[in-house]
């Protein structure tokens, strides 16, 4: 059984930082790509920011200059460093992983969500 589980959401005030893990286990061939989206409340979930094999990296505008994905490929673990947090930051985020995995055509798995709140 594959699982991706997230780490390290929690309250943070305005300008503050946290760190999001979320680490792959399970039978897993080989990952394509991880990333990270939120969804806030009332609103859509959206992309913030993606890695892919290669260390090639894409973000939402919304973070850029303030997010930092990285990957550690043995670990088979992404993280999400997000600095300079604001409130609209706020949002349940969620970990995705495309990847090969034993027995199932399945490529695209998700992580059970982790809570950040920015507040003073």
């Known amino acids: 059984q594959v699982q991706l589980v997230e780490s390290g959401g929690g309250l943070v005030q305005p300008g503050g930082s946290l760190r999001l893990s979320c680490a792959a286990s399970?039978?897993?061939?080989?990952?394509?790509?991880m990333a990270w989206y939120r969804r806030a409340p009332g609103k859509q979930r959206e992309l913030v920011a993606a890695?892919?094999?290669?260390?090639?990296?894409n973000y939402a505008d919304s973070v850029k200059g303030r997010f930092t994905i990285s990957r550690d490929n043995p670990k088979n673990t992404v993280y999400l460093q997000m600095d300079s947090l604001k409130p609209e930051d706020t949002a349940v985020y969620y970990c995705?992983?495309?990847?090969?995995?034993?027995?199932?055509?399945?490529?695209?798995?998700w992580g059970q969500g982790t809570q950040v709140t920015v507040s003073s």
């Open positions: 995705n992983a495309v990847m090969i995995v034993a027995d199932t055509n399945e490529t695209d798995y």
């Open positions: 890695i892919i094999s290669g260390g090639d990296t």
């Open positions: 399970g039978s897993i061939f080989s990952i394509y790509a």
